[in-house]
């Protein structure tokens, strides 16, 4: 679904629909575009003008399409969205800041468009049967299929999708508002055509992002306020709706039989399962041992020490259960621990630095992950548009104007976290971490590090779950060290996400969601505008002008090869700028099941694809008793 993703601990959203033109027959390019042609009706739209499907295309290449319906998929959440919740939920409203929302919601609702999975930034039609643009691409008419149905039998209509899309910028969640903010606005030109309108000043990627956003009806709400908190299940139109619900502890999503696009090219041989049922547990350790008891069916291994050493049980062993791994061609992104610059004490560079240095990545991979993963350092790991050795040409063209404005450090290699000696307390770094603290003003007093005006340098890590402590811990007496009172505290996920919101936090652990083409939703990350709105993923409240200048040019980008660049030259400002303590990464999916699941030969590239592609085996559910 639109503006989802896949992370570690968390969703922050790229906004990965995104915006292009295809370079198939009948299409109009980029070239005719820029000279002033509008485009004749297409059926999907992609950022540099590469469409794998044509029009007339019977399904994705990476669905069966005649896949078996039925069953449950019971699992434990992995990547969510908005402000759903992996731990508990009090709200069905997942369009809005308030409340928490259970994981999984988007599956209710339809879009305009929809991704494929195996190609980096392509979308096409759903409840839009084709779209047609403006020759100066500011005007995107949408042309509905009349079939298109509410859960109650009526009609989706273009008054639906003017609605949709006009209150989600007015009041939807800060990482749809913030993104849509150069849509000027949608307009119903009868029952099955829109015309969405942007300001001139979006990204060239907008139109996509806004045609993979929630479409939700306009007669429901009329009667309900769109921002509002509510258990009740939202009238929606997608291939699941909300079934048995318990707050807090589980939600089945229940597939909907007569769903109107079951048949559609980009709907076939997806959603197999009758029942999606998730699962919310506050604790991994108790959500581990609920699963080997057979109490849900799938999950993602995040944990290494678990991967490693906690999969020996006698339903792995005698093969009931079954682990996979899968290769993640996503961008890696950026997961570490993110520092809230809007404090004064993260406010100089050194500072943050020092606590780059003070954490031994070495000794944590070996003595607690069990060598499983790799240290991250770009925003863009695992991806080629990650910046490595000395900006080339064309990078430092674009760099050239900010000479003297940002660190010379931009035009050389870029920034790497320090590799250390694997002793957890390398005493080279510590002393380095030691000297940037000095030179940045503070001292240590009677074991304290103090600023001129005797302040200490007190540092709180903020979680929701305890599973990260083993981690924070040693890295907690490092700081000592140094004179850092630092601590570890866990809060319940309501207020968790509530100091998360209004960036009351000095440090918190996020992993960064990116698309393998970045799009406008990228704003969201690290740009001035998005610093102060509350909500949005700007987690360490960067505002700087060259990122934000960096950032347009990588979105705008003409071609593949010209995002590259782009990216690369801002992936050097953003590690110059010690944001972040960053963190490991795999390139890869750990999976764990039940073995009562079938699934296609192939997975899409850039997604797991269980819950779209996967269906039950029945034969293997009798026989195990499970998800029948």
Same mark, same amino acid.
Do not use: C
């Given at each position: ?132 643009? &403006? ?67 979006? &990204? ?99 944990? &290494? ?324």
């Amino acid at each position: 679904m639109a503006l989802s993703g896949f992370t570690r601990r968390d969703v922050l959203n790229g906004a990965t629909a995104l915006a292009g033109l295809a370079a198939l027959p009948g299409f109009a390019s980029r070239k005719a575009q820029a000279a002033g042609e509008a485009s004749g009706r297409v059926h999907g739209l992609s950022v540099f003008g590469d469409l794998k499907y044509p029009a007339d295309f019977a399904q994705f290449d990476y669905v069966v399409p005649d896949a078996p319906k039925g069953g449950t998929l019971a699992l434990v959440p992995s990547s969510w969205a908005f402000n759903q919740n992996p731990q508990t939920f009090n709200t069905l409203n997942t369009l809005i800041l308030k409340g928490d929302a259970p994981v999984g919601m988007t599956v209710v609702f339809d879009s305009l468009m929809v991704r494929a999975f195996d190609e980096p930034d392509a979308i096409y039609g759903l409840v839009a049967e084709g779209v047609e643009i &403006s020759a100066d691409r500011n005007t995107y008419r949408f042309f509905l299929r009349p079939e298109a149905r509410w859960h109650d039998d009526t009609q989706l209509t273009a008054a639906d999708v003017e609605f949709s899309l006009n209150i989600l910028k007015e009041k939807g969640h800060p990482l749809i508002s913030q993104t849509i903010r150069e849509m000027a606005g949608a307009r119903a030109l009868g029952a099955h055509e829109v015309e969405v309108t942007f300001t001139g000043e979006q &990204s060239r990627d907008l139109a996509q992002t806004v045609a993979a956003l929630p479409i939700i009806s306009k007669d429901y709400y009329e009667s309900r306020p769109f921002d509002a908190t509510t258990m009740d299940p939202p009238l929606a139109s997608g291939p699941y709706k909300v079934g048995d619900l318990a707050g807090g502890r589980y939600i089945n999503y229940d597939r909907v039989e007569d769903y109107w696009g079951k048949d559609l090219p980009v709907m076939r041989g997806q959603y197999n399962f009758d029942t999606i049922r998730y699962e919310f547990y506050r604790d991994r350790d108790v959500a581990f041992e609920a699963f080997k008891a057979g109490k849900y069916f799938f999950r993602e291994e995040f944990t &290494s020490r678990v991967w490693a050493t906690g999969y020996d049980f006698p339903a792995i062993t005698d093969g009931r259960v079954t682990r996979l791994t899968q290769p993640d061609d996503t961008p890696s992104g950026a997961q570490g621990w993110f520092l809230n610059t809007r404090l004064q004490k993260f406010s100089d560079p050194r500072v943050r630095e020092a606590l780059i240095y003070a954490f031994d990545f070495e000794w944590t991979n070996r003595t607690l992950f069990h060598d499983l993963y790799k240290r991250t350092h770009s925003y863009f790991q695992n991806s080629d548009l990650m910046a490595n050795g000395l900006p080339d040409e064309a990078e430092l063209k674009l760099l050239e104007p900010w000479r003297g404005k940002v660190p010379d450090e931009v035009f050389g290699e870029p920034f790497s976290p320090p590799v250390s000696n694997g002793s957890g307390q390398d005493r080279k770094l510590l002393r380095h971490a030691a000297k940037l603290l000095k030179d940045a003003g503070w001292t240590v007093e009677g074991g304290q590090l103090k600023n001129a005006a005797g302040e200490a340098l007190r540092i709180q890590f903020l979680d929701n779950d305890g599973s990260m402590e083993r981690v924070v811990q040693p890295y907690i007496r490092n700081l000592k060290l140094l004179g850092i009172d630092a601590g570890f505290r866990v809060v319940d996920a309501s207020q968790y996400q509530s100091r998360l919101n209004d960036f009351d936090y000095d440090l918190i652990t996020r992993r960064y969601s990116m698309a393998p083409t970045p799009g406008e939703g990228i704003k969201q990350f690290w740009t001035t505008k998005s610093a102060t709105v509350p909500g949005s993923a700007n987690l360490s409240g960067i505002a700087d002008p060259a990122i934000d200048a960096l950032t347009n040019i990588v979105i705008e980008a003409e071609t593949r090869a010209e995002q590259i660049t782009a990216a690369r030259a801002l992936d050097r400002l953003l590690r110059a700028g010690r944001y972040w303590v960053p963190h490991w990464y795999k390139a890869e999916h750990n999976l764990a099941f039940w073995d009562v699941f079938d699934r296609p030969d192939e997975k899409p590239r850039y997604a797991r694809g269980v819950v779209e592609t996967w269906w039950l085996d029945a034969d293997k559910a009798a026989i195990l008793g499970k998800g029948a």
